[in-house]
């Protein structure tokens, strides 16, 4: 498995969920967890998704998930798990 952790930051609005799970789809990708909150009008979710059987490689799949968001208006960051694990520990 290739582990992979996305955090969508934004504006809440309809469909954030759907563009990016079909950007996801599109390549193949697994979503293994997600979790969202709507905190007033501010959407944050965080998505665990294997890229393993992905058509494309991870850079690939990062620009396309970081243009989806820049068109929705909602900031993506993908990061491979072990680097996000590495950047949060105590």
């Known amino acids: ?13 309809t469909g954030i969920v759907a563009n990016i799970s079909n950007i996801l789809a599109k390549n193949n990708v697994n979503i293994l967890d997600i979790r969202q909150s709507i905190m007033d009008d501010l959407f944050t979710m965080i998505m ?8 494309k490689n ?27 694990k590495y950047m949060h520990r105590i």
Do not use: P
Not at 1 to 13: A, N
Not at 59 to 72: P, R
């Open 48 to 55: 665990l998704v294997d890229i393993s059987t992905s058509t």
């Open 1 to 13: 498995m290739e582990k992979v952790v996305i955090t969508i930051t934004g504006q809440d609005r």
């Open 58 to 84: 991870f850079m690939d799949i990062e620009k396309e998930l970081n243009k989806t968001g820049e068109e929705i208006g909602v900031k993506v960051i993908a990061q491979h798990e072990n680097i996000f």
